[in-house]
């Protein structure tokens, strides 16, 4: 079964510029995850979608995030413009939630950002 | 509010040995699932395995086991048989009452394996 797929791998990109990355979820979950992974604050939530709902955003650093979520199969996280301190890994991850904590949550191989 | 508390940032093991990574959580919530997930240097997060917070026996995942001890709120992960490709962060992760989502991480266990 294919997992939770992101693109880009990588992505260098300089002070200003849109970075859009993207996410297909693992089929059949109905819960998606965006976070944030840097040395200084380690892994952190950013945005959580239910049957492609925005729920909970209040982990999205400021206005210049943006996440979306046109379908159960694509979500999109943009930032715009992008800034130097912006450079971490973006996760996606995705679960099927019935309700249960022990529902868990697959992560894709992550989004290498660096703004320059 | 959760908290995941791992306090060995790094650990050393020699191939073939065990070792165990200690995780404390602290959570009011009754129901709750504890995770532990590894990242190699490759940067992916790899699901390793689950306990129910209602679950009485320790859950086994192959060469992974986690050693749950409610009372004490401690969710340590042993791993038997160290081999080479072990070498990876490990993150102690929970999700806490029903349909709450959010998964809460601690800092990371950085384990080194030595031929």
């Known amino acids: 079964d294919a997992g939770v797929i992101q693109s880009p791998r990588h992505e260098v990109t300089e002070m200003g510029q849109e970075v859009t990355l993207r996410c297909k979820p693992i089929?059949?979950?109905?819960?998606l995850f965006w976070y944030r992974q840097t040395m200084m604050r380690g892994l952190e939530l950013l945005i959580y979608f239910n049957n492609n709902v925005p729920i909970d955003d209040s982990g999205m650093p400021e206005d210049r995030f943006s996440a979306k979520m046109p379908n159960a199969s694509f979500s999109t996280l943009k930032i715009q413009p992008s800034e130097p301190r912006d450079s971490a890994v973006y996760f996606c991850?995705?679960?099927?939630?019935?309700?249960?904590?022990?529902?868990?949550?697959?992560f894709g191989e992550g989004s290498w950002l660096t703004v320059v | 509010a959760q908290k995941i508390t791992q306090t060995q940032p790094g650990m050393f093991v020699q191939e073939k040995e065990a070792v165990t990574l200690d995780c404390t959580y602290d959570?009011?919530?009754?129901?709750?699932?504890l995770f532990w997930y590894k990242q190699p240097s490759s940067g992916e997060m790899i699901f390793l395995i689950y306990?129910?917070?209602?679950?009485?026996q320790n859950a086994t995942e192959g060469r992974y086991s986690l050693n749950f001890q409610k009372a004490r709120k401690s969710a340590n992960l042993v791993i038997s048989a160290s081999q080479l490709g072990d070498s990876a962060m490990y993150f102690c992760a929970m999700r806490g009452r029903p349909n709450d989502y959010k998964l809460s991480f601690g800092a990371g266990t950085t384990v080194t394996v030595r031929a």
């Open positions: 306990q129910g917070s209602y679950d009485e």
């Open positions: 089929s059949g979950h109905n819960s």
């Open positions: 991850a995705s679960s099927f939630d019935r309700g249960n904590p022990g529902n868990t949550i697959y």
């Open positions: 959570t009011s919530d009754q129901s709750y699932g």
